[in-house]
Structures are given as C-alpha cells and as structure tokens.
C-alpha cells in the first residue's frame, strides 16, 4: 500500500446494502452493517427511505454526511464504537427516531447540533463514552426521552434541562469529573449515585438517605425514580414510610 494513503473499508454498494435488509419480528425492516471496517459513511444508504433501523457501529466511520436527514424512515440509529468527530444538523430532520446512540466516539459539545431537539420522538438517548463537557439546552424538548446516557465524559455538572424532561427515568452520568452537584440533590449523596433522579413532585421537601460513608443527605421527592443504582456505595437503609420511597421499584447492587 502506497505511503500516506490510509486503507479502505469494503465498499458497499445499494444492491447488496438492500439484499442485507432483514424483518425484525416486529415488522421493522433492519439494516445491519455493523463490524465490517467501513471507513466513510455509505452515501447509497439515503436512498433506502424504507428502512426503520439501522445499524452502523463498530465500524471506523469518521463522520456522517448531510444526506443522512433524508432517511426520514429511521426509528432507530446505532453509531457506536465509530471514529465520529461531529453530527450534522441534518439529524434533526429524523423526526421519527426514538433510539440513537453515538456512545463511544469522539464527538466534542461543539460537534453536537442544537438540531437534536428536534427529535422528540426520542426515547434512548446514548451519548457516553465521548468527549463532552455540555449539552445543547434545546435538547429540553425532549419530552418522551426516558433514557440518557453521559458516562465517560468531561461533565462537571449535569445539564440544566434534565430536571424538565417529565418521562425521564435514568440518567447515567457516571466517571465523569463532577463538581456541581444540581441543588435538590445533597453534596455526600451525588457522587455515590447513577443519577436516575428527574422531576421534582410539589414543593422540596427533603428526605433522608443512608449507607456507608454517607451520613444524611436531603433528597428531593422525584415521581419518576424507580431504580437506585448503588453500585460502588451499598445502601443500607431507606427511612421507611417516606412518600418519596414509594415510587422505587428496585434497589440495584451491582458487586
């Protein structure tokens, strides 16, 4: 191979990207080109208006075209374990979309589009593992979104629009650099946690929550939180007859 030129992915052509198409048992119709080394995004892919999913991870993608708003069809999108940098504002036009993940890339905050409120069809949001340190505060539209992820990132904080996303039901901001912790949770408690902590319910009345290395800390009432990930701080005890607790299904130890 000549010096300076970086090797090609296979190239995958519209013929055998339609003959790759298979039903899920749902009815959706599927496109998986996951783990073949693709280099560049297939641009042939944007005429398949048809297709409700497809799946593009583990592959050495560095970017996606502005093409790609025009598979207006998608439902679901899975870029994960790529090369991304960046995702065009033509994502936005992928209205019906209700799972993306670009986990493991390296995409920046300035690579992220404000356009991505415009999904608000989205229920899985997979954005951990990159390099971000913010969000877009459009992404506050999100309202049917139940699932963020933003673990193995430069967050010091947690965006500011969480607390407004009503169907909101886990958040994973683990290892990330947190220093801020958000005012409805107490400072002992919030870096213990997986935070699956949303919507405050009423006024703030505070709640006590124990375990090791944790004295007392207020916890805010939250109408959606329904597990307590306690993965590296073992959770002991719950004050019992607490309106708040009655809303947490499981308690998840994860030794």
């Known amino acids: 191979m ?5 090797a090609k992915g296979p190239k995958v052509t519209l013929k055998t990207a339609k003959n790759a198409i298979q039903r899920t048992e749902e009815g959706q119709r599927r ?23 497809l799946d593009l991870s583990r592959n050495l993608i560095q970017k996606i ?12 999108l899975d870029l994960h374990s790529n090369k991304l940098e960046s995702v065009p504002e033509s994502i936005g036009n992928l209205v019906k979309l209700t799972h993306l993940n670009l986990s493991n890339n390296c995409l920046t905050s300035a690579g992220i589009p404000s356009t991505l409120g415009f999904l608000t ?9 990159n390099q971000l340190d913010m969000l877009p505060p459009t992404l506050e539209a999100l309202d049917s979104l139940e ?45 213990c946690l997986c935070w699956p902590l949303c919507r405050p319910f009423g006024t703030q ?18 109408t959606n939180l329904i597990r307590l990930p306690a993965s590296r701080h ?8 607490r309106p708040c607790m009655t809303v947490i299904r499981r308690i998840n130890h994860c030794h």
């Open 147 to 191: 699932e963020l992820g933003l673990f193995d990132n430069l967050f010091i904080k947690p965006p500011e629009f969480l607390t407004v996303l009503c169907n909101l039901t886990k958040v994973n901001m683990e290892r990330n650099p947190l220093k801020d912790a958000p005012k409805h949770v107490s400072v002992c408690t919030w870096p």
């Open 234 to 241: 073992r959770v002991t005890c719950l004050v019992k007859g």
């Open 2 to 6: 000549p010096k300076g030129k970086a």
């Open 205 to 222: 009345r505070p709640k006590t929550i124990w375990g090791p290395n944790i004295a007392t800390g207020p916890l805010t009432i939250y």
């Open 31 to 53: 496109l998986s080109l996951s783990k073949m080394g693709i280099t560049v995004f297939p641009k042939c892919l944007v005429k398949l208006t048809n297709v409700d999913e």
């Open 121 to 129: 069809s989205l229920k899985t949001l997979n954005l951990g593992m």
């Open 65 to 76: 075209p502005n093409e790609i708003g025009k598979m207006s069809s998608l439902k679901s």
